[in-house]
């Protein structure tokens, strides 16, 4: 950057942490810590202090493919802009777009909420900016392809200093692309192979080249979302290490309409600038001081500020964000106050127009004006204020847009044409999040191929921009909208679809189907009747006793006292959990009653009052699922999955394994039998999921899924057969055995593993795993042997197993770990245990060294061992609960220490299983997935 005349931040790169503490006095404290090679800022972070300093770059470290920090003078509080750049062999650079961060400098770009294209940089800053960005591509040796270029601007002398440049495309080229309808990514490549940008079509005019500047004349708004609460313990101030999970993105005419139509595309039970009763109830001096914090909740604040007098200035003070966005964000403020003037009888039209141009949703309205949502609706359409559609066209609409790329706003020209063709319309998934993932995303997109093969125009209705669903080219007509009852509404309107598929999104599709078939919309695949009773927990417990549907005993509690008298009488341990729910949001097993009395206070506050559903849990039982397809007559299944964890773990964080490797046949036999009678009932036509506990040999339904899984796609890559598409084919009204398919199981020739990526390096927490999902994503390992699969999979999962050293075992009393223990000595392993465990394990002859718990005062402890790298593999079984245990710290330990850890029997024994077999024979077999490799006959 000095070479070529820019200013970029005071900083030096350490490798030890007493360098960083040196270069930090030279520069002055906050510093900044930025690890080399690691993604989402991952170790890094702000450091106020040496003690701080110490821990973070101690961390960032650690986390550094290389052992390398930059330490670097803070510029918190200092604006932050992103450009996307690209360059071609024949050095021709276009500026794709420009992004200004609404958060100002301190929080990871991934966590600010961040707006497109930049709205507060003077014309001459722009361009200073972006020659800036074109110098840096050229030098930094960018021959092809696209960068992401980050800037910081003082905000009161306009001082610019580069930040940060990555070679590649980012998070924020999925934006960017998503944004203009420039496909950053694939330009990108076909640079690579040789072309230049102005020999590139742009694929939205069909008229002007890749070396045409987008330019757009609308207002983009990405905001991140956020699992703080699958983890109560987790620091939940944003800093440089990003912590959110997914994004929505939003568009409109003017900012406040895009940044109220994001806030509702986050699917967290706001409709647009919302505040609770809690943020409402703060006093003035709790606000300042949540403004001042980077708290991820902040946006809420500022409007409950607004609400209780606080200025502009006073604001921007505080949070550092520019006093543009504030004004418009008081714009919506000052909105809300006239609204609740009216009634919805008295309402002024003019007032209503302009309410919905600022991104009022009628559901925000209806609150204002306390009246039903469908009331606001209707009188909205009769007062004709309806949203017309506008194509994103990259070219400010200087020329005509060939690709149907839509966004809604209140204006008068509607730049929807709707055609004659049959039309099928698929809801997507709405922004990432823990329970609902780029797996649900696979599914849709699959479903739209599917349908355009079947002759039919498929729609899609998404809102975020991280998934391929909201690439135009996947389907014939795609509208970036929020995935709420209103908008989804608007567009069937429009559109007039013979059919929309909710089976594919989620939990947001199924939640949104039966308002919409009450207003007209028909509902493919399944009736909304039978998605109430798989559902709706007391629905179903009925509908098994009358079919005959072996479940574990259970009860429905409507208070405290129903809810102890029911886990008196089926017998702890138990489960609670709500119903619509997905990830298995606020379940719990529960062993004595003082922990159901301590949870239910809890409870009845989190669920609103609605019942809580307590089922038997069933202990030391085998949990297993299935994936099917059902066209009224066949039953197509896609594959039987076993955990490897036992009940207990949500299916969502457990490891599986595909074929079943211990169950029985006849155990599996009972599971097809209760597939089939439940989707013959239930009518279902499409994909669905079952999930089974296998106990003593009685197979036991825990709970049935009217959709597509997350597993779905793993199956699919397992079987070598596009499930998704095969389901979507069905509902539209084909037959499996047209399409080749017999009644059974489809074929698996190898064994397929899958195992999670949990975030537990960026969000603290315990990492026990339980009934509630908190993994982020997922990996898969196929072998011939299972071993070599769990192996590979535990290698792409980044817990990488070790094949010789020392293994710490600490399990708790009602277990035994004398087998584990013998297997790995027979694997020539040294064994470590905490003094319980040790004692059983040396009464089985096995040598085992005892080492002190955190609690007890000798040293060296386990966390000692640890922290100097004498420990190699961590089996640790929870025996209590909260941060203090020594379970807890051993286990976080183990993150902080990038250490492999297991905590729970099956996949410690499935561990070592696989860790002898590489030991016999270490060569992985690698082979090309490829259908022509799976049998003909499909199914057995």
Request: with cysteine; proline share 5%.
């Amino acid at each position: 950057m000095e070479k070529i005349g820019l200013k970029s931040p005071v900083s030096k790169e350490v490798y030890l942490v007493k360098e960083a503490l040196k270069v930090a006095k030279e520069i002055g404290y906050p510093v900044i810590v930025r690890p080399a090679y690691t993604l989402g800022g991952t170790g890094g972070g702000a450091a106020f202090n040496q003690k701080e300093l110490e821990e973070t770059a101690y961390r960032g470290i650690k986390s550094s493919r290389i052992g390398q920090v930059l330490i670097e003078q803070s510029l918190i509080g200092w604006k932050e802009y992103e450009l996307e750049v690209m360059r071609d062999l024949k050095d021709n650079v276009v500026v794709i777009c420009s992004i200004e961060n609404f958060d100002p400098m301190g929080i990871h770009t991934g966590d600010s909420i961040t707006v497109a294209p930049a709205q507060t940089l003077t014309d001459r800053e722009y361009q200073t900016m972006r020659d800036a960005s074109i110098k840096i591509i050229r030098e930094i040796g960018v021959e092809t392809g696209g960068s992401n270029i980050q800037f910081a601007i003082h905000p009161k002398t306009g001082e610019m200093l580069v930040i940060e440049m990555n070679p590649r495309v980012s998070r924020s080229s999925a934006l960017a692309s998503k944004a203009t309808g420039f496909p950053i990514a694939k330009i990108a490549t076909k640079l690579a192979v040789g072309l230049t940008l102005d020999e590139i079509p742009n694929d939205i005019t069909k008229k002007t080249p890749a070396s045409f500047e987008p330019t757009i004349d609308y207002v983009v708004v990405k905001i991140p979302r956020w699992a703080f609460e699958k983890f109560p313990k987790a620091d939940k101030l944003l800093t440089t290490q990003m912590k959110s999970v997914g994004e929505a993105m939003a568009i409109g005419r003017n900012f406040e309409e895009a940044f109220q139509k994001a806030i509702r595309s986050l699917e967290i039970g706001r409709f647009g600038l919302e505040t609770s009763q809690k943020e409402e109830g703060c006093s003035l001096k709790e606000i300042r001081q949540v403004l001042k914090t980077p708290h991820f909740k902040r946006i809420f604040f500022i409007k409950t500020a607004f609400k209780k007098g606080m200025s502009v200035k006073e604001i921007a003070d505080l949070t550092k964000i520019d006093p543009w966005f504030l004004e418009k964000m008081k714009n919506i403020v000052e909105m809300e106050k006239k609204i609740k003037k009216y009634s919805l009888k008295t309402f002024p039209k003019n007032l209503f127009f302009e309410a919905k141009t600022m991104g009022f949703s009628d559901k925000q309205l209806s609150n204002l004006l306390k009246e039903d949502e469908l009331r606001v609706r209707k009188e909205r359409k009769a007062k004709r204020i309806n949203p017309v559609y506008k194509l994103v066209d990259t070219c400010g609409a200087e020329f005509e847009a060939q690709t149907p790329y839509f966004y809604s706003t209140y204006e008068r020209e509607d730049e929807v044409k709707v055609g004659s063709k049959k039309k099928i319309m698929i809801i997507g998934s709405g922004p990432n999040r823990i329970g609902q993932g780029i797996e649900f995303d696979y599914c849709c997109v699959h479903a739209a191929l599917s349908a355009k093969e079947e002759g039919y125009e498929a729609i899609m209705v998404n809102s975020n921009p991280e998934t391929v669903s909201t690439d135009y080219e996947i389907v014939d007509k795609l509208y970036f909208e929020p995935l709420t009852f209103e908008d989804i509404l608007n567009i069937a309107e429009k559109e007039k679809p013979k059919g929309v598929i909710i089976q594919f999104g989620g939990q947001t599709p199924i939640n949104l189907c039966r308002d919409l078939e009450k207003n007209g919309v028909r509902i493919l695949g399944i009736p909304t009747w039978a998605i109430d009773i798989a559902e709706d927990r007391d629905k179903f417990y009925k509908f098994a006793e009358r079919f005959k549907i072996l479940m574990p005993e259970h009860g429905i509690a409507h208070n405290q006292k129903q809810a102890l008298k029911i886990a008196k009488k089926i017998g702890y341990p138990i489960i609670i959990r709500p119903s619509y729910v997905l990830g298995g949001a606020k379940m719990e097993i529960i062993y004595q009653e003082k922990d159901l009395m301590e949870k239910l206070g809890e409870a009845f506050g989190l669920w609103d009052g609605k019942p809580v559903l307590i089922d038997k849990f069933l202990d030391n039982a085998k949990e297993t699922e299935i994936d099917a397809i059902f066209d009224g007559k066949t039953l197509l299944v896609g594959g039987v999955m076993e955990h490897i964890e036992e009940a207990g773990v949500h299916s969502g964080d457990a490891a599986c394994v595909t074929p079943p490797y211990s169950l029985k046949n006849k155990e599996v036999a009972k599971m097809l039998e209760y597939a089939e009678k439940i989707a013959k009932q239930l009518k279902i036509i499409g994909a669905f999921n079952i999930q089974f506990a296998v106990r003593n040999g009685d197979v036991y339904i825990l709970e049935v899924n009217p959709r597509a899984s997350r597993t779905l796609p793993y199956l699919s890559k397992a079987t070598g057969f596009p499930l998704a598409k095969i389901a979507t084919k069905v509902i539209l009204g084909r037959k499996l055995k047209e399409m080749g398919f017999k009644q059974g199981i489809l074929k698996v020739p190898k064994f397929a593993v899958k195992e999670v990526v949990l975030p537990f390096d960026k969000l603290e927490g315990d990492i026990i795993l339980g009934p509630e999902m908190k993994s982020t994503g997922e990996v898969m390992g196929i072998d011939e042997k299972f071993e070599n699969a769990f192996y590979k999979a535990e290698l792409a999962a980044g817990n990488k197993l070790p094949l010789k050293g020392n293994v710490f075992i600490s399990i708790r009393e009602d277990i035994d770990p004398r087998e584990l223990a013998n297997l790995f000595h027979s694997n020539r392993f040294k064994l470590f245990a905490t003094r319980g465990t040790a004692g059983r394990i040396r009464a089985a002859k096995i040598p085992v060294k005892i080492v002190p718990k955190v609690s007890e005062p000798e040293k060296p402890n386990i966390l000692d061992y640890i922290s100097e790298k004498k420990i190699d593999l961590i089996i640790n079984l929870a025996s209590g609960k909260g941060t203090k245990t020594d379970g807890y710290r051993i286990r976080r330990a183990a993150i902080d220490y990038k250490i492999p850890y297991i905590t729970t029997i099956p996949p410690a024994l499935a561990a070592v299983k696989a860790i002898s077999s590489q030991l016999k024979n270490s060569n992985l077999k690698v082979h090309p997935l490829r259908k022509s490799n799976y049998n003909k006959n499909m199914t057995k």
